[in-house]
């Protein structure tokens, strides 16, 4: 790891102003997810946080000089799990509006409660099987926060004359969003799709399998050039019919 706490990070540029950034590493072997970023005239919009502090500054710090003056800072958070949404009190201390689906905080303390944590540094550390001291050298000060605005199952941020699209599309997390950009045909499409290792099932069951389905025909429909999944590659539409059948697969298999 070259830096603790945020790896080798990779940016790749698609065009006017957006952004995704890979290979953000927490602790040795641990990823955290891939992050997007779109740039207006006088906005800056961020799909996930990172998951640590030193995460966090390197994307605010890219975003900024790429994007400099921007008058308002948007952050949303793809769904609850810690390696999309850990740093976002980063974001918040420097007054981003952050949005996530309306299940988010009460997913959230579900997943304290599984792990038994009694607050998020506790819950990080069992999350990632790490002691106190590993935590305060590679994750620092930032913690989750609750999202100021809530997206039901569609909604439309509009920012200089364009638009930002979260759409609820559960199956891997009963709070998954993925985020679609229509001026660059780009969906950042958090672990609804993930291209490292394919639909990651253990967090649901056949119902929300069928729902994560669902979900996916509906994507399938859409004029998509680019998707940026939650871990892995960047990827062209294909993957989607590729997730659906393996599902399908899943779901044929349990019965």
């Known amino acids: ?3 603790p706490g945020l790896g080798a990070p990779r940016t ?23 992050v997007g970023i779109i740039t207006t005239a006088k906005t800056i ?14 994307l605010w710090d890219f975003a900024q000089s790429r994007a400099p003056g921007r008058e308002m800072t948007y952050v949303i958070m793809t769904h609850h799990h810690l390696d999309h949404c850990y740093a976002a009190s980063y974001f918040d201390d420097r007054h981003s509006l952050i949005y996530a689906h309306k299940s988010f905080s009460s997913c959230m303390a579900e997943t304290r409660k599984h792990l038994g944590a009694t607050d998020y540094q506790t819950m990080l550390e069992k999350f990632l099987d790490i002691d106190s001291e590993t935590f305060a050298s590679h994750v620092g000060n930032v913690h989750p926060v609750a999202p100021h605005r809530h997206v039901g199952e569609e909604m439309s ?3 200089n004359g364009e638009e930002v699209v979260m759409i609820h599309c559960p199956g891997h997390a009963q709070s998954e969003l993925v985020i679609y950009h229509p001026r660059t045909l780009t969906l950042y499409a958090g672990d609804a799709i ?3 290792a394919g639909p990651v099932t253990m967090f649901g069951d056949v119902g929300d399998w069928r729902k994560w389905v669902t979900g996916l025909e ?5 004029e998509i050039e680019t998707i940026v999944p939650g871990h892995g590659e960047i990827c062209g539409p294909e993957i989607i019919d590729s997730h659906i059948e393996t599902l399908e697969k899943k779901i044929e298999e349990a019965l």
Do not use: C, P, W
Not at 218 to 222: C, T
């Open 218 to 222: 509906k994507l399938s429909k859409m």
């Open 12 to 34: 790749v540029e698609f065009e006017n102003g957006t952004y995704a950034i890979l290979d953000m590493e927490t602790v040795d072997g641990v990823h955290a997810a891939n």
């Open 157 to 159: 941020l509009a920012v």
């Open 1 to 3: 790891m070259e830096r």
């Open 194 to 196: 993930n291209e490292m």
């Open 45 to 58: 919009v961020f799909v996930n946080t990172g998951m640590t502090h030193v995460q966090a500054a390197h």
